[in-house]
């Protein structure tokens, strides 16, 4: 039974009535230690009433209550059935000093944790601004325990954990607001700028780099002379806009003013019209606030014009003569130093030359690829690619000592020593043909590999990355020794293993077409781009029996698969007799096992807050109790079913991944598809049975599935002959 932790409960026995005379218990309750195995008495207290007529009673239920209880008679000669209890949490969060309000600069990273508790483990979800985030690798909602980003704007991040329990449905939720701050004062520590900024503290941004202002300052100002008055001028305007100074409370001041914009602009550097132009592009004169503005704090206005006078030019601006602001018509000194013609010749003449000696160079060179690449063309007609290092290293690389992992560190002995078996240790014989798909642990290639001396068979090459944790290591060399383990001929054939160096690789029999859940969107009838053959109902049979039969087979074995969906098969294409392409039957087999896990009663229990589980496809009792079954696999083959008959369209596509599991616990099933017959439909309801024991077995679905696809075969075959 299930209960809520916190709430009442009474359990009974079923005994007979007490005597008139009799107010002593008629039974005795007994709790089983999980650690010992020991039963022991059941004692009242203040929290636990043993009533006359066998009630184990609790006034309030606390989690060390869960257990195997059993009741029996006072003589201890009739034994009933032991009762397990099972004490549900609501949802609720544990938040970390991490999770709260918090002020950073611009460019650092961001680390939020969020755990959570409750029993069934709460489904965990994370927003930005309320929107969703979604995990990358897996494109669906993240919902791992910590959260890491750059910080680059303000932001609100939100952490929601949500379950559904015998008592209905439960959310909490915490947020933090995240201020990210672009800059800070300091002294500037650059090369350009020492002249004008001097020993005062400047605003310096955090989103850009001081050695990219500098360079930046440095190619406006490359082409003028340094002793001119446009260069000092232009320099003090872009240092002083750069590198506003900071106020006495370290408050950034509003830049530079727009007197000294202007002057620099229109009047010093006005007949340098391409540094004009660049200084326009750079610092927008009419953004910038002028002197008598009344703002605080006020902008930073400086004396750019203190060179000897060579002409006077006269500009209508603000300008400060005696520390005090008037505005009058100002004379404006303007060093100007042109070129003499001969002087321009020669600078013409020598820019043509290297500008030929480049040009010269440059067709030289590529003279010489060319006839390189002709001549490495010319000499094997029949190339085949070698090894792309980028995916499998080169046999230096074999030759370190380092290893990065072993398969004793994942595998138990037994599993280790049959695994070695599988150990190729020619991997550089492998050659690589093709990319196939990224995937979340690393690349999948399509390559070719040598059988004996005269064969070399087509195969597909996992490869795991460098940078995954040690889980994700342990989960990759565990789902190899599966494969290595079974055998059926719905399942994909483990032809090797390269585990004892990086890159760990797994290499298995190639399967043409891809994964299942693809195959089917590609034949959808729906798809404006379909290409391909719609699939008949007599292939869709043959899918089901496919898959049906690899899952009867891990029941056998006593496994629990727990992620029975259609990206989890591949799918390959044979012809059948006469060759007609019209004819291909499609072959599928079981290729995934990363969260199946062997038991020895049929059942599993699920608490791994890490674990990414499938929630869409998940029965009522997985999601409230954590408990996963082979009848949990039957509910997951209805979700499947569905998938087929729906061209592999996402189950619950209308419902965020949060509210599936209320969602499914209050009832809700998927709707039947478009065209799905009778059969598959009515077959998909038993497989959604609430109880799990009235759900069919895999034995059972097979069986009908081999009867309904024989009635279909011979219904075609009759109508062929007619």
Known sequence: MTALVDGPLNISCNVTAPSVNDTAPLVVWKKRNATTGVWRRVLANENIDLSVNGLLGFKRLLSSHAGLYQCTDRNNTIHYPPQTLLVVHAAALIIPPGLRDMTVAYGNTVKLVCEVVGIPLPFRSWTQDGIPIIDPLTQMTYSQPALQFTAQQNVTVSCMAENVHIGGFSNVS???????????????????????????????????????????????????????????????????????????????????????????????????????????????????????DNISPACNFFNPFDIPVTQCTAVNVSWNTNDSLHNETLLVSVHESKLTSLELIIIVSFAAVVTLIICVLFIVIYKQQRVRLKHTNGTNDNFEPDVNIDLLPSNDQYRQSVVLVTMTTCLDDKQNSFLQRFEYRQRNEIVFLSDIAPCAFGRVFKAKMPINSDTKEIVAVKMLRDDVTNDVRCQFVHNAAMLATLGHPNILRLMAVCLQRPPLCIILEYMDCGDLREYLQQRDPDRPDRHVLQLSYVHCLKIAIHVTGALTYLTSEGFVHRDVASRNFLVSESCTSGGDSSSREPLVKLSDFMLTVRTSNGVCQCSDDSEALPVRWMSPEAITTGLFSQASDVWAFGVFLWELFSYSRQPFSDIDSGRVAKHVCSGGTLPRPHDMPDFIFNLMQHCWHREPCQRPTFDQLLNDLFTEHSQHVRQNNLQLLH
Request: some cysteine; charged content about 15%.
């Open 174 to 292: 915490s947020s933090a607001f995240i201020h990210v701050v672009d800059g800070w004062c300091d002294l500037y520590r650059g090369s350009v700028c020492n002249s004008v900024v001097g020993q005062e503290q400047v605003y310096i941004k955090a989103s850009v780099t001081l050695s990219a202002v500098d360079g930046l300052i440095e190619s406006l100002l490359s082409h003028l002379d340094s002793l001119s008055t446009c260069y000092l001028a232009a320099k003090h305007l872009l240092c002083s806009h750069f590198f506003p100074v900071c106020t006495s409370s370290s408050q950034r001041t509003t830049s530079v003013c727009r007197e000294n914009c202007v002057a620099v602009t229109e009047v010093l550097c006005n007949d340098k019209l391409s540094t004009k132009a660049k200084l326009e592009h750079v610092v927008n004169c009419s953004n910038l606030p002028l002197v008598s």
